[in-house]
């Protein structure tokens, strides 16, 4: 059911669990210079959990540890994956690292280089810095002295259909980067990722299609009519192939859960986003105040406050009485 609630994160963590798909999207989509360096039989899977010494646990969605090919060193690329710009990204990227180092040197060795990756299909600009010092309102002679560290950001919004598809060999990942990318279009809109699902095996293509289904208001006949749309000369009964694959049970079980699910998180994103367009970025105790509201109607009349009002406190008015 945490699958179900949580789509994206989901399926983003079990596309990126194979260490396979992980090596083809590191030597297919890092900047050049980062691709050459890595030595790719060297890479594997590291855990996401670490625990500092007053046992705070810090987690981030993926970890990589690999070789260097022409440097004796190892690195870790850690994976944040977001669906909306989240300002709190360097924070828990910043909390991991430290985290990670603090370990490193607790064990008599010397602190790992960590480079942050922030994997975004948001529907939204992702409009944070791609520094960290530019976050700061201060001239480049103190920036200079400033803790600083740069993202490689890999945004969908920036990368066209036909360089993902071109760009690697491996169809899954193609087919999913494509469904991620076009995850929040309208059903017509994810016409390219179907293109790819269907040359996809059909433990594959399932696990794709699995994540359209759950994140996305969608029926049999829809699904079937786009696979026909997108080139699919036959195709069996989806009902059958998700019975067949065990898949069917959680549909029935969660299905509404998860649509609900989405629906909730899209209306929380869209109040966010208002309010930082007209107002900067909310403090985080407002952001989780309003992450907390599983109603979809208070969200809706939310949103159209946050349109409405001169302020950020006439809007934190609105949403006393709202929640009243």
């Known amino acids: 059911m945490k699958e179900i609630k949580r789509p994206h994160d989901s399926f983003f963590k079990r596309l990126m669990s194979d260490e396979k798909v992980v090596r083809e999207f590191l030597r297919s989509f890092l900047p050049e210079e980062l691709a050459r360096a890595i030595d790719y039989n060297s890479v594997r899977i590291a855990p996401t959990e670490k625990t500092t010494k007053k046992y705070r646990k810090y987690y981030l969605d993926l970890t990589i540890e690999c070789s260097l090919a022409h440097e004796e060193s190892l690195i870790y690329f850690v994976f944040e994956h977001k669906s909306y710009p989240d300002r709190l990204t360097y924070i828990q990227i910043l909390n991991y690292c430290c985290a990670v180092w603090e370990d490193n040197i607790r064990s008599g060795e010397n602190p790992r280089p960590i480079i942050p990756i922030v994997f975004y299909h948001g529907r939204r600009k992702f409009n944070l810095p791609i ?62 990722a179907f293109r790819e699902m269907i040359k996809l095996d059909q433990e594959h293509f399932l696990m794709v299609l699995e994540y359209v289904i759950m994140s996305k208001e969608i029926e049999e006949k829809e699904v079937e009519e786009l696979l026909k749309e997108s080139g699919a000369k036959a195709m069996p009964s989806l009902a059958e192939k998700w019975l067949q694959q065990g898949i069917q049970q959680g549909i029935q079980q969660g299905i509404q859960q998860g649509i609900q699910q989405g629906m909730l998180q899209e209306a929380r994103e869209m109040v966010i986003g208002v309010l930082e367009e007209r107002f900067g970025m909310p403090s985080a105790s407002l952001i989780e105040r309003i992450k907390s509201i599983n109603n979809r109607e208070i969200l809706k009349l939310l949103h159209k406050r946050a349109l409405r009002a001169k302020s950020l406190d006439d809007f934190k008015a609105d949403l006393e009485k709202a929640s009243e």
């Open 131 to 192: 520094r960290f010092s530019d976050y700061f309102n201060l001239s480049a002679s103190l920036k200079k002295y400033l803790l600083d560290f740069r993202l490689v950001l890999f945004d969908t919004n920036q990368i066209r259909d036909d360089e993902i598809i071109t760009a690697t060999k491996d169809l899954y990942l193609a087919a999913s980067l494509l469904a991620m990318k076009h995850i929040f279009d309208d059903l017509k809109g994810m016409k390219p």
